[in-house]
């Protein structure tokens, strides 16, 4: 399934209002750095299905909404809780830890100790 397709006719549904926590990946298509961290996000939309939101949104395409949220380099990912940015990650590099980013926002639930 991969990473859900924003861009500004969705974002404010997909981003903003959303229920759970939200990873925008703005990206580009000449970016080649871009093209590698781009499987690595579908990844994580499938892993994290139902419990955080992972989208992928073409900062060529969506100038107006690249320029709201400052983005200075690509690829930028952008954390949003509740609708408000709450992190943010510039230029990533492939082989950061992209689990750590979502897990620290994900509730664990306590385990149950077996008797």
Same mark, same amino acid.
Request: net charge negative.
């Given at each position: 399934m991969g990473a859900k397709k924003? #861009?500004?006719? #969705?974002?404010?549904?997909? %981003?903003?209002?959303?229920?759970?926590?939200?990873? %925008? #990946? @703005?990206?580009?298509?000449?970016?080649?750095?871009?093209?590698? %961290? !781009?499987?690595? @996000? !579908?990844?994580?939309? !499938?892993?994290?299905? /139902?419990?955080?939101? %992972? /989208?992928?949104?073409n900062y060529n395409e969506n100038k107006p909404l690249g320029e709201k949220y400052n983005i200075k380099s690509i690829p930028t990912l952008l954390v949003f809780i509740k609708g408000e940015e709450t992190e943010r990650y510039e230029e990533v590099d492939p082989e950061e830890d992209l689990n750590a980013i979502l897990d620290k926002y994900l509730v664990k639930k306590p385990r149950k100790s077996k008797k």
């Open positions: 924003l #861009n500004m006719k #969705n974002f404010e549904k997909e %981003v903003l209002k959303s229920e759970m926590p939200v990873l %925008v #990946n @703005i990206c580009a298509d000449w970016c080649f750095q871009c093209r590698v %961290v !781009d499987p690595l @996000i !579908d990844d994580l939309a !499938d892993e994290y299905a /139902g419990r955080f939101k %992972v /989208g992928t949104m």
